[in-house]
């Protein structure tokens, strides 16, 4: 079609994408267009604007390498990570739900462990945390042989794949769930921390005010055939940022109750306090299937993530 003016330009485009084989991708992209189309003239998006917008899509790509996911965080804070998952999950967004972000830090290969084992895998500070989990289905019932990811960040707010000083693997650990579908494991109170500002992510934090703090939280990965695999991140409710997340990841399903005890460790060689938690994932009926891991590699030295320096560890916020 020779384009005559303004108005045929989104008839031309969507007469194109009628012709791709694949009836999802039509639908997909035939709805991305409306709405694309539809922005730039209730904006009425200027010349300039337009090329600081492929400047930035650009830009998200020049950010990401194999240790940092840029279109994850990007993704996060706009809200569009938890709208997707929480449509997804829970019947269609239909019921309460235990799914959440999978954040951009998950590894593939973590550390095979027994239950009540410990992920601290190298001297990692911080006030120790025993856990326990129960896996279930919709209708109660255990689900057993579940293999269950665990990954957190340290009390200086860094995961090992950021830090250089910790071992490889550090605070990361692969269980099996029992016959009675639980699981548990030693660990230390994660920290709440900055996600990178360095990149056009920051960009649109300072443009609005916004700080760059998540909460402290706990990841969660749970694999088993039969069933959809579940990603969760079990927050703590007392975090300062627990109600301004930078990535819009809370839901109040997901607030944990992380019980401080001032006595009766444990175990040999525990400090007072320590933290326990109990909490109960539920799994819905689906396909298992792994994600792709947002990160491949380790950095091997801090300068080389110049964002995650404790030094500038406090919130930013836009002057």
């Given at each position: 079609?020779?384009?005559?003016?303004?108005?045929?330009?989104?008839?031309?485009?969507?007469?194109?994408?009628a012709?791709?084989?694949?009836?999802?991708?039509?639908?997909?992209?035939?709805?991305?267009?409306?709405?694309?189309?539809?922005?730039?003239?209730?904006?009425?998006?200027?010349?300039?604007?337009?090329?600081?917008?492929?400047?930035?899509?650009?830009?998200?790509?020049?950010?990401?390498?194999?240790?940092?996911?840029?279109?994850?965080?990007?993704?996060?804070?706009?809200?569009?990570?938890?709208?997707v998952?929480?449509?997804?999950?829970?019947?269609?967004?239909?019921?309460?739900?235990?799914?959440?972000?999978?954040?951009?830090?998950?590894?593939?290969?973590?550390?095979?462990?027994?239950?009540?084992?410990?992920?601290?895998?190298?001297?990692?500070?911080?006030?120790?945390?025993?856990?326990?989990?129960?896996?279930?289905?919709?209708?109660?019932?255990?689900?057993?042989?579940?293999?269950?990811?665990?990954?957190?960040?340290?009390?200086?707010?860094?995961?090992?794949?950021?830090?250089?000083?910790?071992?490889?693997?550090?605070?990361?650990?692969?269980?099996?769930?029992?016959?009675?579908?639980?699981f548990?494991?030693?660990?230390?109170?994660?920290?709440?921390?900055?996600?990178?500002?360095?990149?056009?992510?920051?960009?649109?934090?300072?443009?609005?005010?916004?700080?760059?703090?998540?909460?402290?939280?706990?990841?969660?990965?749970?694999?088993?055939?039969?069933?959809?695999?579940?990603?969760?991140?079990?927050?703590?409710?007392?975090?300062?940022?627990?109600?301004?997340?930078?990535?819009?990841?809370?839901?109040?399903?997901?607030?944990?109750?992380?019980?401080?005890?001032?006595?009766?460790?444990?175990?040999?060689?525990?400090?007072?306090?320590?933290?326990?938690?109990?909490?109960t994932?539920?799994?819905?009926?689906?396909?298992?299937?792994?994600?792709?891991?947002?990160?491949q590699?380790?950095?091997?030295?801090?300068?080389?993530?110049?964002?995650?320096?404790?030094?500038n560890?406090?919130?930013?916020?836009?002057?």
């Amino acid at each position: 079609m020779i384009i005559d003016g303004p108005d045929s330009v989104t008839k031309a485009v969507l007469d194109e994408i009628a012709h791709a084989p694949n009836p999802r991708f039509r639908e997909v992209m035939s709805a991305l267009v409306k709405h694309l189309h539809a922005f730039v003239r209730e904006v009425k998006l200027s010349e300039e604007e337009f090329h600081q917008a492929c400047a930035i899509v650009n830009s998200i790509g020049q950010s990401s390498n194999s240790f940092h996911n840029e279109a994850v965080l990007m993704s996060g804070s706009l809200g569009v990570s938890t709208l997707v998952c929480l449509l997804n999950n829970g019947a269609n967004g239909a019921t309460e739900t235990t799914a959440n972000l999978l954040g951009p830090f998950w590894r593939l290969d973590s550390p095979r462990t027994e239950s009540g084992g410990s992920i601290i895998r190298s001297q990692t500070p911080g006030p120790e945390l025993f856990v326990n989990i129960l896996v279930q289905d919709r209708k109660g019932q255990p689900v057993a042989d579940a293999e269950v990811d665990v990954w957190q960040s340290s009390t200086e707010g860094l995961y090992e794949n950021q830090d250089p000083t910790q071992a490889d693997m550090n605070l990361r650990g692969k269980f099996t769930t029992g016959k009675d579908g639980r699981f548990s494991f030693r660990s230390i109170k994660p920290a709440g921390y900055p996600i990178p500002i360095t990149g056009p992510v920051g960009d649109l934090l300072k443009a609005q005010g916004r700080h760059n703090m998540r909460p402290a939280h706990l990841h969660f990965l749970i694999y088993k055939t039969g069933l959809k695999t579940h990603i969760s991140q079990v927050y703590l409710p007392d975090d300062p940022n627990i109600e301004t997340d930078v990535q819009f990841g809370v839901t109040k399903r997901l607030l944990g109750e992380f019980v401080r005890h001032d006595d009766k460790p444990p175990a040999p060689g525990v400090k007072t306090p320590w933290y326990s938690l109990d909490y109960t994932f539920i799994m819905d009926q689906g396909v298992a299937k792994l994600p792709r891991p947002p990160i491949q590699d380790k950095a091997t030295s801090m300068e080389m993530r110049p964002e995650y320096l404790p030094a500038n560890r406090a919130p930013a916020m836009a002057k």
